[in-house]
């Protein structure tokens, strides 16, 4: 047998930035490790549809400088912070100083706060997703820390604007720890934009620390340019009766790939995890998400669907955990895919790993096209084939972008998918 | 509680403990496995060369090979040269002389599932009357199957009296290096089923391994290779409801089965081997590949299984749909108990058009067990109207086993519908209160509820099978409740 392939010499430079001592201990422990990561092959279950699209050259191993213009692609009407190339740009970012809220630089962090947060990144992600996480934590130059007191509540949607600028090969390596008190709640929305046009690489890693009875909102938008792979993992950790809710809006490009991993660790605890992707030309997404019902009592909800035209690609991966001790816990997993051409191609594995009992699991998937009877209805009525299907593939999709909380980000997304629809289904 | 159980699953240890540590005798090879060994092997059986070098090329591929390691189960690491790889059939002395020599409790056993007198024999390992075994049983077979036109014979007899049938068909469905265990056995198999349905015949029986002679001594690695002509029809039974008694622990069988235009294969399995005690101690590791080809229109392959017994099983019983319009079916009951693990499900390849599939799978797990679900569902880009319907359910008793699904879909076809559902539920206590206060006893309520959860399968298996297999349930989970 082969040996697995490991990763380019290029990425274990030491990373620049002037991080406190505790992360920068932590990140040169992680990128000693990096000799011996294995690259994702075909073999590599959670990669077997995208190792051949993840391509780590050496020019890659650049850092992307922190520099450039920068500007958020939605009207933003709450707070905002500008991270371009990973690096956080204090002029671009406009957020109050808000009690019971504080928004920090890694770099900026005393000795303390440092040692607290060195000690807890990587926590909320296991090593299905190392491969992100890993060169994530040997990489990063520069984070935001977003912490909550108990009780705190956000009045506005806070922004997260990761702007990547390929005006050079490169990479970028945002990372953001968010630990929201007991009972206090935040709806943020990450959104991910890119320009320029030179092949780039983004490996973002979120993580959500959810404290007692509190209440998040996360809502992520890709819409990077063609140029850009993107490979992002978001990791949530969940106390007792926390609430989390997830929207995921994705346009496909290079690569795309966003593992998404909740942790219940407290009773009660619930998530509702909500994703929409589009692809189109030859793209390529590919989700994965993990709810681990850790604690007894506690509901996850999990919606996807995804829509593939072209040659594109889309894949979805949802496993849901149970552990032994984890009765009484209720899970649904319903994901439904659109082909829209025969060219394309929709993979999906929905998987239930049980060890208790008292459960009520299940999960339901769909590959197929749309119901050639909605389309004679509405051709019928006098509405043109092109608008037909761009009617019934929307309805498809927006019972989730519906949902989303934020009206502007709601309102944009749709709007983009409606343009992808007209575009998709121009010729026919 | 337990001490059914106990009894159930002492029976059968004591019965695996009795008799049957085999002193090496002259015939039987040394463990180990190399070419020359192969070689011996081929010689024993007579084969002509064409066999042995398809023997030799499949060992040799198989030396290149990693042992998979992605199912869900757990096993210690096996010493492929610690096996022998060929014993001659067990002499008659060697066997117990009578039923009064066979352990009572597996004689119960027996009894509770319904199996006539002179079966039991037979399943005992007794040294059954040559009268019985080959004059009544084979004329009572042997006669329409041979007015008909239908081949059913060992393996080993195949290749010598038809090879050209076995050279057209054998690793077509299989290749020689299709997977570690499949490599396995096609290097070393030791003999399995023959049968060839020829064109427009539809078989006037049910064939079973069981009534074919010599049936018991087809080793651990077992070759079956099926073929129904044109416009034929087959139903196979492999394997018995009873507990069958064996001493080797490593079991790597190939299936091939292939229906050519409007034919259709029906293969049906009760799989009811030493499962191991209540410890984990022990038991049947089954590594089983079958695999059904569908490459003429309108034909059909339907699989059927009932899986209750060995410690550790893995198997997908696959169909590739080549022709136009072919059917795949897979109908499964998995029941786990004590340490028992299971990793098994189906493949559906659709490749021609309007084509279709439907996968029922029923998984109980009790006890400490592992149960999981495992298949694949595929749409290759010219599968246009292709269609597929899964459905896996799971059933918990206990709160220390395990449910577990992995399903994978691709879809290379806009036309192709799938739909998929699974759900996991407990035996749940409204059911129990309902059948307890109608002053049904527990044990019998959680039988009756797993009955009617498997009734989907049940319904799909030859009516004597399906009589027995609901007792086999109630015999395996004895003492899981209480």
Same mark, same amino acid.
């Given at each position: 047998m082969r040996p697995a392939p490991t990763l380019s010499t290029a990425f274990l430079h030491p990373a620049g930035g002037s991080l406190p001592e505790p992360l920068a201990a932590l990140r040169k422990q992680q990128g000693s490790g990096l000799v011996d990561l294995p690259l994702p092959t075909r073999k590599t279950e959670n990669w077997k549809y995208s190792s051949k699209y993840l391509k780590l050259t050496d020019d890659m191993a650049i850092s992307l400088p922190a520099e450039g213009k920068s500007g958020s692609s939605l009207a933003v009407p709450g707070y905002k912070v500008v991270l371009l190339n990973g690096i956080m740009m204090p002029e671009a970012s406009d957020y109050p100083d808000l009690d019971g809220i504080t928004i920090e630089r890694f770099e900026d962090l005393d000795s303390d706060t440092a040692t607290w947060l060195a000690g807890r990144l990587d926590h909320a992600l296991d090593s299905r997703s190392v491969q992100i996480s890993r060169l994530n934590t040997a990489r990063f130059e520069d984070g935001l820390l977003i912490r909550l007191k108990p009780g705190a509540v956000l009045d506005q949607p806070l922004f997260i604007v990761h702007e990547t600028q390929a005006d050079a090969s490169g990479s970028a390596y945002p990372r953001i720890y968010v630990d929201a008190g007991a009972n206090s709640q935040i709806t943020?929305?990450?959104?991910?934009?890119?320009?320029?046009? /030179?092949?780039?690489?983004?490996?973002?890693?979120?993580? #959500?620390?959810?404290?007692?009875?509190?209440?998040?909102?996360?809502?992520? =938008?890709?819409?990077?340019?063609?140029?850009?792979?993107?490979?992002?993992?978001?990791?949530?950790?969940? *106390?007792r009766s926390s609430r989390f809710e997830s929207h995921c809006v994705g346009?496909?490009?290079?690569?795309?790939?966003?593992?998404?991993?909740?942790?219940?660790?407290g009773e009660g605890a619930e998530c509702k995890l909500n994703g929409v992707v589009v692809t189109q030309d030859k793209q390529h997404y590919d989700n994965h998400t993990t709810i681990e019902h850790v604690a007894a009592r506690c509901n996850s909800e999990e919606t996807y669907r995804n829509i593939a035209a072209d040659?594109?690609? $889309?894949?979805?991966?949802?496993?849901?955990?149970?552990?032994?001790? $984890?009765?009484?816990?209720? %899970?649904?997993?319903?994901?439904?895919?659109?082909?829209?051409?025969?060219?394309?191609?929709?993979?999906?594995?929905?998987?239930? /790993?049980?060890? +208790?009992?008292?459960?009520? &699991?299940?999960?339901?998937?769909?590959?197929?096209?749309?119901?050639?009877?909605?389309?004679?209805?509405?051709?019928?009525?006098?509405?043109?084939?092109?608008?037909?299907?761009?009617?019934?593939?929307? %309805?498809?999709?927006?019972?989730?972008?519906?949902?989303?909380?934020?009206?502007?980000?709601?309102?944009?997304? *749709?709007?983009?998918?409606?343009?992808?629809?007209?575009?998709?289904?121009? /010729? $026919? | 509680m337990a001490t059914t159980d106990t009894e159930v699953n002492e029976l059968i240890k004591r019965e695996y403990e009795h008799g049957f540590v085999t002193d090496i005798e002259s015939d039987t090879f040394e463990p180990g496995l190399n070419e020359d060994v192969i070689a011996r092997l081929s010689g024993i059986k007579k084969e002509p060369e064409?066999?042995?070098?398809?023997?030799?090329?499949?060992?040799?591929?198989? =030396?290149?090979?990693d042992e998979p390691d992605w199912a869900h189960v757990g096993y210690p690491k096996i010493d492929y040269n610690s096996i022998s790889y060929y014993s001659a059939p067990k002499r008659k002395e060697d066997m117990p002389q009578s039923l009064d020599e066979v352990d009572p409790e597996l004689l119960r056993t027996y009894e509770k599932l319904g199996i006539p007198l002179h079966e039991r024999e037979k399943l005992a390992g007794v040294a059954v009357d040559a009268v019985f075994d080959s004059v009544s049983v084979a004329t009572t077979f042997k006669e329409p199957l041979a007015k008909a036109g239908v081949i059913f014979c060992s393996i080993s007899e195949a290749v010598r009296d038809y090879p050209e049938l076995v050279q057209k068909y054998l690793g077509t469905v299989v290749p020689h290096g299709d997977n570690f265990f499949a490599a396995?056995?096609? +290097?070393? !198999?030791?003999?399995?089923?023959?049968?060839?349905?020829?064109?427009?015949?539809? &078989?006037?029986?049910? #064939?079973s391994t069981y009534f074919r002679i010599n049936a018991a001594n087809t080793g651990q690695f077992e070759r079956t290779l099926i073929i129904a002509d044109e416009g034929s029809y087959v139903s196979y039974l492999e394997g018995c409801t009873a507990p069958m008694r064996d001493e080797n622990q490593l079991h790597a069988a190939v299936v091939e089965l292939v229906a050519l235009d409007d034919a259709q294969i029906k293969y049906s399995t009760v799989q009811n081997w030493y499962p191991g005690d209540e410890e984990g101690k022990g038991g049947i590791f089954n590594f089983v590949t079958k695999r059904g080809a569908a490459i003429g229109k309108n034909s059909k392959i339907s699989w059927t299984q009932v899986e209750t017994g060995s410690a550790i099983t893995w198997k997908y019983p696959s169909c590739i749909l080549r022709g136009d319009n072919s059917v795949g079916e897979f109908y499964s009951v998995a029941l786990t108990n004590n340490y028992q693990q299971a990793d098994t499900g189906t493949k559906m390849i659709h490749l021609g058009k309007n084509t279709s599939s439907t996968i029922i799978s029923k998984g109980i797990s009790a006890g400490k067990s592992s149960n999981a679900y495992r298949g694949?569902?595929? !749409?290759?880009?010219?599968?246009?109207?292709?269609?597929?319907?899964? *459905? &896996?359910?799971?059933?918990?008793?206990?709160?220390?086993?395990? $449910?577990?699904?992995?399903?994978?879909?691709?879809?290379?076809?806009?036309?192709?519908?799938?739909?998929?559902?699974?759900?996991?539920?407990?035996?749940?206590?409204?059911?129990?209160?309902?059948?307890?206060?109608?002053?049904?006893?527990?044990?019998? %309520?959680?039988?009756?509820?797993?009955?009617?959860?498997?009734?989907?399968? !049940?319904?799909?298996?030859?009516?004597?099978? %399906?009589?027995?297999?609901?007792?086999?349930?109630?015999?395996? =989970?004895?003492?899981?409740?209480?």
């Open positions: 943020l929305v990450e959104e991910y934009i890119s320009g320029g046009s /030179e092949s780039v690489m983004v490996n973002t890693v979120t993580e #959500l620390n959810l404290g007692e009875g509190a209440n998040v909102t996360s809502i992520r =938008l890709n819409m990077e340019g063609e140029n850009v792979q993107h490979i992002g993992a978001t990791g949530v950790l969940q *106390q346009f496909g490009g290079l690569l795309r790939r966003h593992d998404l991993q909740v942790r219940l660790e040659q594109s690609h $889309a894949i979805f991966n949802g496993r849901i955990h149970i552990h032994q001790d $984890a009765q009484k816990s209720n %899970a649904n997993m319903n994901n439904k895919n659109l082909l829209l051409s025969n060219g394309a191609e929709i993979d999906t594995k929905p998987e239930l /790993e049980i060890y +208790a009992d008292d459960v009520k &699991c299940a999960h339901g998937a769909t590959i197929g096209q749309l119901d050639e009877i909605s389309l004679f209805y509405l051709v019928s009525r006098g509405i043109g084939r092109r608008e037909a299907n761009v009617l019934l593939t929307m %309805a498809f999709i927006n019972e989730l972008v519906e949902q989303i909380p934020v009206e502007t980000v709601r309102e944009t997304t *749709q709007g983009r998918l409606n343009q992808f629809f007209e575009q998709t289904f121009q /010729e $026919a | 064409w066999m042995l070098e398809w023997r030799l090329k499949a060992y040799r591929r198989w =030396l290149e090979m396995l056995n096609s +290097a070393v !198999f030791s003999d399995g089923t023959f049968v060839y349905v020829p064109k427009g015949v539809r &078989c006037p029986m049910e #064939l694949l569902v595929k !749409f290759g880009p010219g599968a246009e109207g292709a269609r597929n319907f899964t *459905q &896996c359910d799971s059933l918990l008793i206990g709160d220390r086993c395990g $449910a577990h699904t992995f399903p994978y879909i691709e879809s290379k076809n806009k036309s192709a519908i799938v739909e998929h559902e699974a759900t996991t539920s407990k035996v749940s206590d409204e059911q129990m209160f309902l059948c307890r206060q109608r002053g049904i006893d527990p044990e019998q %309520a959680v039988s009756m509820i797993v009955n009617g959860f498997c009734k989907e399968v !049940f319904r799909e298996l030859p009516m004597e099978f %399906a009589v027995e297999a609901g007792k086999l349930l109630e015999v395996s =989970l004895e003492g899981s409740v209480g």
